[in-house]
Every structure is written in C-alpha cells, then in structure tokens.
C-alpha cells in the first residue's frame, strides 16, 4: 500500500523515529523481535510502557481526556507502524485496550479517576476472566457465581484462559449475578484485586513446558 505523507505527516514520522532510537535499548529491541505473540513478556512491556508513559504515549486510542495521545488516524499508523519496524514490545492489551474502554464507557467518575491513570501507569496489571472449563469463551453459558452479600460480591467459580493471571494484581472478570431470563441478560462486568482472599491462579503447563 502506497501512502503519501504529508510534511506534517514526515515531521512527526522524524519525530516518532528519534523517540524510538533514543529510548529503545538493545534489551527491549530483542525482546521486541523475539516475540511470538502479542503477549510480551511482562518485565519488558511493562518497562517499554513506563518509558512510554513519560512521554504520553501509551494510549494513542484514548480520548485526550483520559490521557490519550489526540493523535489522529494518520498519526497512530506512523507510531505503530514505525514502533514495529524498530522493535519495540507490544504493551498488554487487557487494561489499555480491554479493561480501560468498558471503565470509560461505564464507569462511575470515582472509578475512572482511580482505575485509568493506573492503567497508563501499569500501577495495575489485569488479566481477563471470561473463558471458563466447560463453557470456553461461550459467555452466554459461564456459571462462576456473584451472589452479594452487603457491600461485596461473593464469588463461586472458575475461570480458565485467564492471560498474565500470574502476573496480574487486577482482574476483570465477567460473573453471573442472575439465573433467570435471558442467559446473556445475567452477566456482570466485575473489578477485583487478585490478592481477594480465596482467590488462587494455577498454571496450564504445555507440551513445551511453558506456562
């Protein structure tokens, strides 16, 4: 594909590059190439996202309001477009891209100004609880349990697939909260500190030996 970049476009593309060259050590380039997927390592996304963070570059998708870039579309492809061509690792996609959208589309204004600025920070790590043993990433049919109980949710349940749940010290995690009518109808989007007491994380090991 053929772009033509306009002068602001090169301007801003040189300024991308310098960023890069001056802040991408040779540790977080290798880890960057090496990859396999797009969950990294998270002792260098998570150093690559602090850098990024004192820049105000960690969220280009984001609204200016919460700390977003203000780039525009022509902007982000540059950026991540030039961020690849250097190597640079990929950041966790569950608070940026998963968790923070949902907070900022339906989040109380407490919750934002807690959960958003840790998000950018990497204060808070999440994993995503969705897929469960015996219902997959089939949501309508998952089973884990929120029954309240005063001010707290207690939760029954399982939750499988749960990406960098290692790692993490935050999870989002879809739970039941009603049993009755429409199956789709009884899904809560729940926020809870991994370190909730009976909360425990397994390993899956594979064939490879990885976890």
Not at 1 to 30: G, I, K, W, Y
Request: aromatic share 10%; glycine share 10%; charged share 20%.
């Amino acid at each position: 594909m053929h772009l033509d970049l306009s002068p602001e476009d090169l301007a801003f593309r040189d300024e991308v590059r310098t960023f890069l060259s001056e802040n991408l050590t040779p540790e977080l380039r290798r880890a960057g190439r090496r990859a396999t997927s797009v969950f990294m390592d998270k002792t260098y996304s998570l150093a690559w996202q602090k850098i990024l963070h004192v820049r105000g570059w960690v969220a280009p998708a984001w609204p200016v309001r919460h700390g977003g870039t203000g780039w525009n579309e022509m902007q982000r492809y540059i950026f991540a477009a030039e961020s690849a061509r250097a190597g640079a690792p990929s950041l966790a996609p569950m608070g940026l891209k998963m968790a923070g959208p949902v907070i900022m589309g339906f989040g109380t204004e407490e919750q934002k100004a807690h959960y958003l600025p840790r998000i950018l920070s990497g204060d808070d790590y999440w994993c995503q609880g969705y897929s469960e043993p015996g219902a997959g990433s089939d949501l309508a049919a998952l089973q884990l349990r929120a029954e309240r109980e005063g001010e707290d949710y207690v939760l029954n349940g399982t939750k499988i697939w749960t990406t960098h749940a290692h790692w993490a010290n935050r999870m989002f995690c879809l739970v039941r909260t009603r049993t009755e009518g429409k199956a789709q109808a009884g899904i809560t989007f729940l926020l809870h500190d991994m370190q909730t007491p009976g909360v425990s994380v397994r390993p899956i090991i594979t064939l490879a030996g990885d976890a």
